[in-house]
């Protein structure tokens, strides 16, 4: 029987939450990393190693690693820094794992890789040259919040061939392993003026399609889109849903023209739209969208969910789970169909990450 | 010998430090670099990017506010702090 693990980064340590292959019985293991803010923590199918991008307020940011699903840990920052006179690295906020190594991504905007699982790390590139380099960094520039580069989607085929999302810049495209980058945001929404219009999109999650590796999807600031053609154009497939804003997002690992995402408000609350919590799918590629909210509150929900706040298992009816700022996490085994609650209580939850272990 | 206090979120990140222990070291920077190598990494939690102390990480000698360059008397008492905050 398989062991199904989703890993609950928490403003308050890493959880692990264990279930059988059934999906409906679970337990609950943690707080981890000390109690450090987790950002993202995610599982390396190939080495069976669990890393956890964290950063404390008091002693800066660090990757932890445990080799055990969690039960001891270790952290380093090794590696993990700008050359003096440059940015400062404040957190590291984004985890990839692919072709036997990690990559993460960091604020300041740049990409760090590790070759001895989280142990050391180096600098891979700081996209140097791209449009809109000279200004992301530069502190004038930031808004609450700060940007830096959160998110590193991997080619499943391709080592040296990665994307990468710099907030409120967009999507740059290596194939060269961080040495050249293209922006890949033509056809996205911005709706505010632009000095440039290869750059300037607040891209919030971006995914692959495991089984089509043309077909991308990403949640924007500005609305859904859908690329068919690896990211050199965008269509926007915002029209059905309730919202245009919204953070997470998920890939159906066996159909390329399913995808789930969470609609929010997009003032400052950031919250499900009328305190109903739903999570809404498409089948046909973004034409037509369902809600998916049987088994979820539908009352006084007013809940948050982060760009890394949604996670897809790839069993054969795939599971679906999402955390939320409010400590819940919700799981579904029958493809959102129907949810249970199967976390209540946790701290405010930024990412959820999901592994069918052996 | 300073006589050195470490904040109670720092043992837990490395194994067998002590909250206290005995340093020989004639000013901070260098206290924290014997630290750092019996236990590899320390230098990263208390210092951004190796050149200062981190922002909410201070540091007193005998009382007084110091800095990295702070000279250590022997039976100088140091203290690592981190700040009061968070919730």
Known sequence: MPLTVVLAGTRKGCFVLESDGDRRDWKVRGPYCEGWPVYHAVHDASSGAIYAAAA???????????????????????????????????????????????????????????????????????????????????????????????????????????????????????????????????????????????????????????????RLYQQNHCGMHRSDDGGHSWTEITEGLPSDFGFAAAAHPHDRDTFYVIPLDPGHGRIMPGGKAAVWR?????????????????????????????????????????GTSTGQVFASADEGESWSEIASYLPAISSVEVAVVA | MADLHLPATLPPLFRDLPRRLDVDAATVDEAIERLDERWPGLRDRLCAEGTE???????????????????????????????????
């Not at chain 1, 992301?136 to 391709?158: V, Y």
């Not at chain 1, 089948?283 to 897809?312: C, F, K, Y």
Request: hydrophobic residues 35%; glycine residues 14%.
């Open chain 1, 56 to 214: 404390s307020e008091w002693h800066g940011a660090g990757v932890w690693r445990s080799t055990d699903l969690g039960e001891s840990w270790e952290l380093s920052s090794e590696g993990l820094g700008y050359a003096d006179g440059g940015p400062k690295l404040s957190k590291v906020s984004g985890l990839t794992v692919a072709h036997g190594r990690v990559l993460a991504g960091a604020e300041s905007a740049g990409v760090f890789e590790s070759r001895d699982g989280a142990k050391t790390w180096s600098l891979l590139s700081t996209l140097d040259g791209m449009p809109g380099r000279e200004g992301w960094n530069d502190p004038a520039n930031q808004p609450p919040g700060h940007l830096g580069l959160p998110a590193i989607l991997p080619h499943p085929d391709e080592a040296a061939h990665f994307w990468a999302v710099v907030q409120g810049i967009g999507i740059f495209e290596t194939t060269d392993d961080g040495a050249s980058w293209t922006p890949r945001n033509r056809g996205l929404r911005a709706d505010w003026p632009l000095e440039d219009p290869e750059v300037g999109y607040c891209v919030h999650k971006l995914v692959m399609s495991p089984v089509d590796r043309q």
């Open chain 1, 282 to 322: 498409t089948r046909d590629a973004g034409s037509t969208w369902q809600r998916l909210d049987r088994g979820l509150p539908q009352r006084d929900a007013h809940l948050g969910v982060l760009r890394e706040g949604m996670a897809i298992d790839s069993l054969d009816s795939p599971g679906l789970y999402f």
């Open chain 2, 53 to 87: 102390l981190r922002p909410h990480i201070h540091v007193y000698v005998d009382r007084e506010r110091a800095e990295l360059g702070t000279a250590l008397a022997a039976g100088s008492r140091v203290d690592v702090v981190a700040a009061i905050s968070g919730g």
